[in-house]
């Protein structure tokens, strides 16, 4: 009988412990995701930043839609307090996704959708979805559907 208490016991405390830090955005919340230049970005390299995870696909009008206000917000705040980091899903090839990074124009770092990466962020049931992370790492909106500059500048504050 005891064995069993201290069974139970031991496992409510893992599930006590688990559900806390879900809570605090602990598990999960240091991803490391390698672009298609080959750069790892780490969630913990960009503590002291905004950090827009953006899910997108090439087929996908909204999210063709969004990309000119993401440009314009990586580039004018990158230097000061903002990452965008685009992630393709659902794309024919990667010479394919260049070419459409290409004629949008997409200065933020492109990474290539897959397991690993919706093992690490999550996955989304709609494109785009945005995942977005406060200067201290943690996961505060998830965000499914167009994204606007205004928007974003809602949750982060104008440049």
């Known amino acids: 009988m005891q064995k069993i ?3 139970l016991l031991l496992a409510f405390s893992v599930m006590v412990v688990s559900q806390s ?7 999960g919340s240091n991803f490391v995701l390698k672009d298609t230049a080959g750069v790892k970005h780490r ?7 905004w950090v827009l995870v953006n899910y997108w696909a090439t087929w996908c009008p909204p999210c063709l839609e969004e990309v000119p206000d993401l440009v314009n917000l990586y ?3 990158r230097k000061k307090d903002l990452m965008v980091i685009g992630v393709v899903f659902e794309y024919e090839s990667v010479q394919s996704v260049r070419a459409y990074v ?13 397991d690993s ?3 690490q962020i999550g996955a989304a049931d709609v494109m785009p979805t945005t995942f977005i992370y406060n200067p201290q790492g943690e996961l505060v909106k998830i965000k499914r559907g167009l994204l606007t500059k205004a928007y974003i500048e809602k949750i982060i504050g104008p440049n």
């Open 5 to 7: 208490l201290s069974s």
């Open 21 to 27: 830090a879900l809570a605090d955005g602990v598990v």
């Open 43 to 49: 969630l913990a390299n960009y503590k002291g930043k």
């Open 75 to 77: 580039d004018h705040r």
């Open 102 to 114: 290409d004629d949008m124009l997409v200065s933020y770092p492109i990474v290539l959708g897959d």
């Open 117 to 119: 990466v919706t093992s």
